[in-house]
Nanobody, 116 residues
Framework: QVQLVEAGGGLVQAGGALRLSCAAS????????MGWFRQAPGKERELVAT???????NYADSVKGRFTISRDNAKNAVDLQMNSLNVEDTAVYYC??????????WGQGTQVTVSA
């Protein structure tokens, strides 16, 4: 089993920036994908960005050019730098881990609120 601990989030004005961090522990495989999803009130959870252990990234169209995902394989950690935030980015952000051998793991979620 893999445990995920998130940090970061909070309240920021539109146009501002925040950084989210997530660290994985437990039975972490060397080949895996980590990333961030978000869920706004009344909406389904959606992908924000993912990054493989090989460094391949994938972004939602809505965050391309504003968000940057990065990882430190030695620490089993992934960060999400969020710039130029807007009110539509307000959501609970969840860290995600997956590999070939088990169901995905989720963090507890961290609130990001962007005020106009």
């Amino acid at each position: 089993q893999v445990q995920l601990v998130e940090a970061g989030g909070g309240l920021v004005q539109a146009g501002g920036a925040l950084r989210l961090s997530c660290a994985a522990s437990g039975s972490v495989r060397s080949i895996n994908t980590m990333g961030w999803f978000r869920q706004a009130p009344g909406k389904e959870r959606e992908l924000v960005a993912t990054i493989t252990s090989g460094g391949n990234t994938n972004y939602a169209d809505s965050v391309k050019g504003r968000f940057t995902i990065s990882r430190d394989n030695a620490k089993n950690a992934v960060d999400l730098q969020m710039n130029s935030l807007n009110v539509e980015d307000t959501a609970v952000y969840y860290c995600n881990y997956r590999d070939f051998f088990r169901a995905p793991s989720w963090g507890q979620g961290t609130q990001v609120t962007v005020s106009a």
